[in-house]
C-alpha cells in the first residue's frame, strides 16, 4: 500500500503543477546564435541583381520577390512581380504560405539590404526554406541594372558582356535606353536585351 | 531543442539504434510485469488481475507528464509530436477485433512475441494468427478499403474536443487513473481465484 500512496503523492502534485501552468506556446530558434552568425558571415542568403534580372527577364515562374519596405513605399517604386510583405507584418498569418513553402525561391529586398537581411533571419529562424535577400538592396539595383557604369576601355571582355547583359536587362525591366558599351573594334553593336551571359558549366561525371 | 530527428540533432540511422534500444527495454519490462502470462492479460477483462491496466495507465501517465514539463522547459516542440490521424470506424472496428482476440488468446499483439521469447507454445500460435490476419487484411484489402478509410477526422486531440487546457485533462486523467487503479484493486480482491496466485498480496 506504501507504493501506492508514494506513487499517488509524486503524479498529483505534479499534475497540479502542470494543470496550473500555461502551456508554452513560444516557438524554439532553430540555429543558436552561433550557428546564425556563421550563416551570416557566409553570406549564403544573397542573391546577386544579376541574377534577380535574368530571372525577371526569363520569367522565371519560380522566382518571387517579397518586398519587405512599407506599402507607401512599395506603391511608389517596386521591382515587377514582387508581392509587398512589410515587415512589420511578417509574421501575421496571412503571410505565412508565402513565406514557408517549398516551391519557390522568395527574395527579400528593401532600399539597402538590411531590413531584407532581418526578415531573411527572422524566416531563418522559423525554420522557413527558399528564402533569399536581394543583395544590397534596392540601390544596388539600380546602380548595376539601372544605371550600370561603363567599364574602362582595357577591361576585360567579360567586363563588357556584363555591361551589356546590365543595360539590356535595365531597358527591359523600364530602366535608360539602351546604348551599347561594346567598343568598335567588337563586332555586333547592340545586344538584344535577353541575351544571357553564360556561365561555364562544367563538365559533369561521364558516368 | 527536441524532437531530436526533426531538429536534426540525430541522424534517423541513430534513431534507429536508439530504438532498438528502447525496445528491448520495453520488452524486458513486460516481461517483468508479467505480461507474457496470458492468464494474467487475460485477467483484466475478469477482474481477477488488473496490472495491464496499471502498468499501461503508469506509462502513459509517466510519458503525458514528462512531455508537458519538457514543453514547458522548453526542451520539446510538442506541435512535432506525431499523432496518429484517426479514422474512426476502422479505430473501432480495429479495437473490436483485438479485444476478442486478447480476451480468446490471451495475449495482445506486443505481449505475444514477449511470451513466445520466453518459449510458450500459444503464444506461437497467437503469432501465426497474427500474420494470418495481415496477410488477410493485405490480400483482401479492396473489400474493406471504403471502410477502412471512413470518417477521417484528422489528428483530433482530447484536449481540444473538450475545450481545456493540455495540463488541465492531463490532471483530470491522472485522478481517472488513480480512481481506476483503486478500482481495480478492490476488484482483484472481490474476484480473486484460489487458482491463481501471481501477484495476490
Redesign the interface.
Known amino acids: 500500500m506504501k507504493a501506492?500512496l508514494i506513487?499517488?503523492s509524486v503524479?498529483?502534485p505534479?499534475?497540479?503543477i502542470?494543470?496550473?501552468?500555461?502551456?508554452?506556446t513560444?516557438?524554439?530558434y532553430?540555429l543558436t546564435a552561433d550557428q546564425l552568425l556563421d550563416e551570416v558571415k557566409e553570406e549564403l542568403q544573397f542573391v546577386h541583381p544579376d541574377q534577380i534580372a535574368d530571372m525577371l527577364i526569363q520569367k522565371d515562374p519560380t522566382l518571387q520577390l517579397i518586398d519587405v519596405r512599407s506599402r507607401a513605399e512599395f506603391e511608389k517604386f517596386s521591382l515587377p512581380g514582387a508581392i509587398n510583405v512589410p515587415i512589420e507584418s511578417l509574421l501575421d498569418a496571412e503571410y505565412t504560405d508565402y513565406l514557408n513553402q517549398d516551391v519557390k525561391m522568395n527574395v527579400f529586398y528593401s532600399n539597402s539590404s538590411n531590413k531584407a537581411n532581418q526578415a531573411w533571419m527572422i524566416t531563418r529562424q522559423l525554420g522557413y526554406r527558399n528564402n533569399y535577400v536581394l543583395q544590397g538592396g534596392l540601390n544596388y539595383w539600380v546602380e548595376t541594372i539601372m544605371n550600370p557604369e561603363m567599364p574602362a576601355q582595357t577591361s576585360p571582355n567579360e567586363e563588357f558582356a556584363k555591361y551589356d547583359f546590365r543595360k539590356g536587362a535595365g531597358a527591359a525591366l523600364g530602366g535608360g535606353a539602351i546604348v551599347p558599351a561594346t567598343s568598335t573594334q567588337e563586332a555586333p553593336a547592340a545586344l538584344p536585351p535577353v541575351t544571357k551571359t553564360k556561365k561555364k558549366k562544367r563538365v559533369q561525371g561521364g558516368c | 531543442?527536441g524532437p531530436l530527428i526533426v531538429?536534426e540533432i540525430i541522424s534517423p540511422n541513430t534513431n534507429f539504434l536508439i530504438a532498438f534500444f528502447i525496445g528491448i527495454a520495453f520488452g524486458f519490462i513486460l516481461e517483468q510485469n508479467g505480461f507474457s502470462s496470458s492468464r494474467r492479460l487475460a485477467g483484466m477483462f475478469y477482474g481477477y488481475d488488473t496490472t495491464v491496466l496499471k502498468v499501461f495507465f503508469?506509462a502513459a501517465?509517466t510519458g503525458g507528464?514528462a512531455l508537458?514539463?519538457m514543453?514547458?522547459f522548453?526542451w520539446i516542440?510538442l506541435s512535432y509530436i506525431y499523432i496518429n490521424p484517426t479514422f474512426l470506424w476502422s479505430a473501432i472496428g480495429g479495437g473490436v477485433i483485438m479485444g476478442a482476440g486478447f480476451i480468446m488468446g490471451g495475449y495482445c499483439p506486443g505481449t505475444s512475441f514477449c511470451a513466445a521469447a520466453i518459449g510458450k507454445i500459444d503464444a506461437l500460435a497467437f503469432i501465426g494468427g497474427i500474420f494470418i490476419g495481415i496477410f488477410a487484411f493485405a490480400e483482401g484489402y479492396p473489400l474493406w478499403e471504403s471502410f477502412y478509410k471512413a470518417e477521417f477526422m484528422g489528428s483530433p486531440l482530447l484536449s481540444d474536443w473538450l475545450g481545456l487546457?493540455?495540463?488541465?485533462l492531463?490532471?483530470l486523467i491522472?485522478?481517472v487513473a488513480?480512481a481506476m487503479?483503486w478500482v481495480g484493486e478492490w476488484a482483484e480482491k472481490k474476484f480473486a481465484r484460489k487458482d491463481y496466485t501471481i501477484n495476490q498480496r
Open positions: 501506492r506513487l499517488a503524479i498529483v505534479l499534475g497540479l502542470i494543470a496550473a501552468i500555461p502551456e508554452n513560444t516557438k524554439p532553430r | 531543442m531538429n503508469t501517465i507528464l508537458l514539463f514543453s514547458l522548453g516542440d487546457s493540455r495540463g488541465v492531463m490532471l491522472i485522478l488513480l487503479f
